[in-house]
């Protein structure tokens, strides 16, 4: 391999992402992640490739390829098992009755929406993948319109200041909630009933192997954990892997039997934060380079449109609903759908495992990595004046009830005073 090219490569990754952020201002919406994810796209065969083929060839060899591919595995490896540490299931039983009602709405309405849009998909020939049963196909295009990205959730909410005041920590609830059932049906989506005894037996000493190693971990210090778990990641996924499981699902089995609090929230945030630094733009890179526009645009804008419905009305609706039964203000229940709609990097990551396993084309691909990127480029400027709203009606409530509580026998002036 010229390391040249390579070299190159990285450049582009490294740097077209943080020039646009920059030049154009969109920092005020959106962090860089969301840029990365549309750079990514642009950098890939259906638009660099398109518009400039030489350069495009010279630059993303086979072997840049390879190599970038490489590091976009362990990339998402350690992204999506910090995922998995990061899940806060304590808090989610403590208030179990609202976290289980909200999520399971929020999931469930866009999971039956999209799952009636990967349908309509499947009366055009291209759509569903090579490997898929017409059920599969459409479960999955169900669950990736459903996908709530928690770590993508963390970072907006806090942009918008909302991530430790009660209602962001209570939408993270219901997005841990949500986590855990996406993966689990993602599990089920991957079930191969011609290795079906191989999968059995890697569920059946997953939760052997992870009492022991939770065992070690407590024996160790912090420093000594990092590099454990660092090592159990790629044990997990490549257990996985050969069970006929994705290396993906291992990977967030391994994060999630491991306790945040063992390895320092302060670490964890610095982790994550790196990692989307350095190595995530070259997953959102390789993501690109997957991005297939050999049947109509037309037909891969329409089919995105047609997701991002599903997905969008869909987690609205649900979240309207859990509003309605816990009587929550309505402002705040589409507050609540518009922040967990949030797409970006889990729904990515998801349908990248199910193009890995050609139960979706990569013209779906392509479609769900749009559907993604308007869903998570939405969610800001979409949010944030409905939160003013909500503030503003808040202080209002609040100034309301201090006058309310002023004694009846205070003269006018006073009461006036207090309001």
């Not at 949030?342 to 769900?368: G, Y």
């Amino acid at each position: 391999m010229k390391i040249e090219a390579f070299l190159l490569a990285m450049v582009l990754i490294l740097a077209a992402p943080f020039l646009l952020w920059r030049l154009l201002g969109l920092e005020r919406f959106f962090p860089i992640v969301v840029v990365q994810i549309v750079s990514g796209i642009l950098l890939g065969p259906g638009v660099l490739g398109r518009a400039f083929p030489g350069y495009y060839a010279a630059v993303f060899t086979p072997e840049a390829v390879g190599a970038l591919g490489g590091i976009a595995s362990w990339a998402v490896m350690i992204f999506v098992a910090l995922a998995g540490i990061e899940l806060d299931m304590h808090a989610a039983w403590n208030d179990r009755r609202e976290s289980f009602i909200t999520a399971g709405l929020a999931l469930g309405t866009p999971l039956l929406c999209g799952s009636v849009a990967g349908a309509c998909l499947l009366a055009f020939d291209g759509w569903i993948g090579a490997d898929a049963s017409a059920p599969q196909f459409v479960l999955g295009v169900g669950m990736a319109c459903a996908v709530t990205a928690l770590p993508i959730l963390v970072l907006l909410m806090e942009r918008l200041g909302i991530l430790h005041a009660p209602l962001g920590q209570r939408i993270l609830r219901y997005a841990s909630v949500d986590d855990v059932v996406i993966w689990a049906v993602l599990a089920l989506i991957l079930v191969d009933w011609s290795r079906l005894a191989a999968q059995a037996c890697f569920l059946l000493a997953f939760p052997l192997a992870a009492f022991a190693f939770r065992g070690l971990m407590r024996r160790f210090g912090e420093d000594d954990r990092w590099f454990a778990v660092l090592v159990w990641i790629p044990v997990c996924a490549v257990a996985a892997d050969v069970a006929g499981l994705h290396f993906m699902v291992g990977a967030f089995l391994a994060g999630a039997v491991v306790d945040a609090g063992w390895l320092g929230r302060t670490r964890l945030d610095a982790m994550r934060h790196d990692v989307l630094l350095a190595f995530m733009p070259v997953f959102f890179l390789s993501t690109g380079l997957r991005t297939h526009w050999s049947m109509s645009g037309r037909a891969v804008l329409l089919a995105t449109a047609a997701l991002l419905l599903a997905s969008v009305g869909g987690k609205l609706i649900g979240a309207r609903l859990a509003a309605k039964v816990l009587r929550w203000p309505v402002l705040e229940g589409r507050i609540v759908g518009w922040l967990l709609q949030t797409k970006a990097l889990i729904m990515i990551i998801f349908a990248s495992v199910l193009l890995d396993r050609a139960i979706i084309s990569a013209a779906t691909f392509t479609a769900l990595l749009l559907m993604a990127v308007a869903s998570t480029m939405l969610t800001v400027p979409v949010v944030a004046p409905l939160l003013a709203r909500l503030r503003h009606a808040e202080r209002s409530h609040a100034c309301r009830a201090t006058v309310a509580s002023v004694p009846a026998e205070l003269p006018d002036r006073r009461a006036r005073r207090y309001a």
